[in-house]
């Protein structure tokens, strides 16, 4: 082990029991969790979003609760903050599902902010990760853009916000499948839509193993979760499936009801078009709003592209724990041999120069004395780590700099993938 990631590592503390616990300050211990404290952490997350506990969501977030990856900061007995992390996958790059820490539930009580409590838990958790071999990446969705880039999380992927008139038409020469579309209960359409979910995941960029649990927490349709909107409703064809809810909205000319997809995908483009064209020609409608893959192709089915209005937002934060085993798990484009000079002020042992070389589409990472070619923050290798961020782009934004004229284009080629990364889940 290098001397940085031996620094670092001591940084940990002791583990007693299985459980990290350490002293922090005077007041202030910080501890993983028991799995009686379930409660105690909702509540402090549900106050620091400025939310009510729910007893029916707090059930929920029991069956996705492993309280030894959950950290938690104490001041005497009350616990003031903490964070989670999932056990999932992530489908990465042209290598499927690969193991990431889904980060989430990261909460500081109103009160006892900026006194460095999310700093502790972001150290638990990534030097934990580090400490026992576990996920080379880390990932999350942020409630705010500014939290996490200084804990060297990057931005990774983007959303669309879609907005489509209903009726609005298809380019002449579009095939749309033409098997009925049906709508069935959640009963029936669950097996299909968790079939359907699977046998896509490991070639969509972004997509997330779900357990029993996740897919409750993903499709929950209590009262409280509609938030005024109606119960879900499932169309499904034989190769895809749409999930929607309706907001009510009558006026004078007649009603202008607003759809709200939660998702939809299909295992081919002519099915695709066929539920986009299902949700579009629904009586009563008078918009399809949907939080779709920045690159949906609803642009170009439209006759009139500019009908589908857009807005995009950062959706997926990605950290790379351990920079060479991280590198490792992708596949890259094309054959690149470079030398990067990595700056980590949170994560020391990747702080390095790193040789980095694809052949055939896979990486080699090691690390070497030799002169740089491009110079960047484990930040802005998080944020190209899925495809999603050009590092081109990165390098205009002034977070990438070319030291070896001819090397940046290049490397920023290798790191596409064919289609944008996209998390269709806020976990
Ligand atoms: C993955 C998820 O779950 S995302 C959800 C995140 N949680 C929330 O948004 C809930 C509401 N907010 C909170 O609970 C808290 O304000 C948190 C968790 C965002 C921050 O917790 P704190 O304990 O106050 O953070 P901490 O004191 O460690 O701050 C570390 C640094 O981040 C900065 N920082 C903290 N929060 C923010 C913020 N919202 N915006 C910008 N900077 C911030 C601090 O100023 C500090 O900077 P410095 O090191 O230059 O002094």
Redesign the pocket.
Known sequence: MSEPARRATSLIGSRRRGRTAYDVSMALTFRTLRSDELRTFQRMVDQ??LSDTKDDRLERWRGMFEPDRHHAVFDGDELI?G?GIQTRHMTVPGNGPQPCAA??????KPG????????RVMTGQLHGLFEDQREAFAA?????A??YP?FGYGLAAEFTRLDVPRGAAFRPGVEVDGTRIREVSAEEALPLVKEIYERLRPTRTGWLSRTDAHWEHHLADQEDDREGLTAFRYAVHPQGYAVYRVKSDWRERGPRNELHVRTLAAENDQAYAALYRYLLDLDHVGEVKYFTASDDPIVHLLDDARLALRARTDSLWVRLVEVDRALSLRRYLSDVDVVLDVTDAFCPWNQARWRFTVKGGEASVRRVDDAPDVALDVQALGAAFLGGTRLTTLARGQRVRELTPGTLNGLSHAFLGDHEPHCPEVF
């Not at 006892?112 to 700093?119: A, C, D, E, I, N």
């Not at 999350?140 to 705010?144: G, K």
């Open positions: 620091s979003f903050g964070g980060v989430t539930s990261v909460g500081v006892h902010r900026r006194r460095g409590v999310l700093t999350l969705w942020a409630s705010e500014a939290i200084r």
